[in-house]
């Protein structure tokens, strides 16, 4: 597989319809690799290729026929000091920090932990590879076709804008979220929304 140089920005991956641009930032890094899934398989077979160029701390590479589905992470190399805050393991698979979509949860094994049960203490950290263990990060489409939609154009000085949880909002539809001035326009702003292990049963 040949990768391209690519660029330093956007940060994540992105795809720009005949393949994908992936970059990350560290400061540290002595080489990253990304690592290719393939889609179809429970585990996933691994493909690692090396992030070509850095250009402002930020490691990047273009691969071309690489599209949305693609499961993807990052391993690391550089120093192991955790008493400088540094803790790089090319054994550990790490999510994309800017990714737009994650498959999976964190199935808690000793492989997830940057140290050994046996010796947390260590100076070498732990080899046990965690990619069995975690969630990948997900290629997704930017492109929509919101056919006929258009923007609705409101000045912003008559906008209304808030900020709603958009599964607390979806499970009050019945109730009407506030009392507008006639005419009115919101804009609502979903809340950020972040990734978290086991299931939340919602609130009757």
Not at 32 to 55: A, H, I, K, M, S
Not at 190 to 197: D, F, I, K, Q, W
Request: hydrophobic share 35%; glycine share 10%.
């Amino acid at each position: 597989m040949r990768i391209q140089p690519g660029n330093a920005y956007p940060l994540g991956a992105t795809f720009d319809g005949a393949g994908t641009n992936f970059s990350v930032f560290s400061e540290v890094a002595e080489r990253v690799e990304l690592c290719l899934f393939d889609n179809f398989e429970e585990q996933g077979r691994e493909t690692r290729v090396d992030l070509p160029e850095v250009t402002a701390f930020c490691w990047h590479g273009y691969l071309p026929q690489v599209g949305p589905g693609q499961r993807y992470g990052f391993r690391v190399h550089g120093p192991w000091a955790p008493s400088a805050g540094h803790r790089c393991h090319p054994s550990k698979l790490l999510l994309d920090p800017y990714a737009k979509a994650i498959d999976g949860e964190v199935a808690w094994n000793e492989a997830v932990f940057p140290y050994r049960f046996a010796d947390p203490a260590g100076d070498q950290g732990s080899d046990l590879d965690s990619a069995s263990f975690v969630p990948r990060s997900v290629v997704v489409n930017p492109y929509f076709d919101w056919a006929n939609d258009r923007a609705p154009r409101v000045p912003l000085h008559e906008s209304i804008i808030y900020e709603m949880h958009v599964g607390g909002r979806s499970l009050m539809l019945l109730r009407r979220l506030d009392q507008r001035p006639a005419g009115a326009a919101g804009a609502p702003q979903p809340a950020a929304a972040a990734p978290r292990p086991g299931r939340r049963k919602p609130r009757q």
